[in-house]
Nanobody, 127 residues
Framework: QVRLVESGGGLVQAGGSLRLSCAAS????????MGWFRQAPGKGRELVES????????DYADSGRGRFTISRDNAKATTALQMNSLRPEDTAVYYC????????????????????WGQGTQVTVSS
């Protein structure tokens, strides 16, 4: 069964760090661009960061600039999002997503382009 499973969310104080992980199963992971999205209550789903299937290209939202870093390990079929200097406005459900990408450096920012989604992990940042 094709699955994306996120882990690593939780409650953290402002200024703290969290590392989210996403493990993929039953897909050829190296064929997929990966993205991390988030959705806060009452808001739409937005890109946090995305990474091309080879890992050489990334894209990110301004909200995470300088604080968040996406990475991937194709051998382990995992992607991670390192989040530092967290702020209360980072509170959201975080989702990893996979896009069956045919271009080497593709890393879409639009959620509708992604084919597979995880169930999400809650991140709560207290002030």
């Amino acid at each position: 069964q094709v699955r994306l499973v996120e882990s690593g969310g939780g409650l953290v104080q402002a200024g703290g760090s969290l590392r989210l992980s996403c493990a993929a199963s039953e897909i050829t992971f190296g064929n997929y661009a990966m993205g991390w999205f988030r959705q806060a209550p009452g808001k739409g789903r937005e890109l946090v960061e995305s990474i091309s299937k080879g890992g050489g290209s990334t894209d990110y939202a301004d909200s995470g600039r300088g604080r968040f870093t996406i990475s991937r390990d194709n051998a382990k079929a995992t992607t991670a999002l390192q989040m530092n200097s967290l702020r209360p406005e980072d509170t959201a459900v975080y989702y990893c997503a996979a896009d069956r990408s045919y271009e080497w450096d593709s890393r879409p920012s639009q959620s509708y382009k992604y084919d597979l989604w995880g169930q999400g992990t809650q991140v709560t940042v207290s002030s």
